[in-house]
Nanobody
């Protein structure tokens, strides 16, 4: 079993900052990638930021220069530092991990339950 513990969402004014955290635990041998996605009402879930096992990162164009993804290997935690938040950043943010349970396992995909981020004055 794998568990993802997300935290850090909430209500913030435009221009403010928040930091999301996602701690992964359970039957994990290695990670291929960890990332954050978001879904606003009426929209499809979209990639926000992702970090590979090697540390390379990728961001949605809409958040480049404002959001930073990072990772601690001990414990297995991924962070999303969000700055200069805009009302259009309002969404449920989901943590995603791509991992293997053993050296010879296939890559598995697991999602957190999501944390609400609301940017409003």
């Amino acid at each position: 079993q794998v568990q993802l513990a997300e935290s850090g969402g909430g209500l913030v004014q435009p221009g403010g900052s928040l930091r999301l955290s996602c701690a992964a635990s359970g039957s994990i041998f290695s990670f291929d990638a960890m990332g954050w996605y978001r879904q606003a009402p009426g929209n499809q879930r979209e990639l926000v930021a992702i970090i590979s096992s090697g540390g390379s990162t990728d961001y949605a164009d809409s958040v480049k220069g404002r959001f930073t993804i990072s990772r601690d290997n001990t414990p297995n935690t991924v962070y999303l530092q969000m700055q200069s938040l805009k009302p259009e950043d309002t969404a449920v943010y989901y943590c995603n991990v791509r991992f293997k349970r053993s050296r010879y396992d296939f890559t598995r995909d697991f999602w957190g339950q999501g944390t609400q981020v609301t940017v409003s004055s």
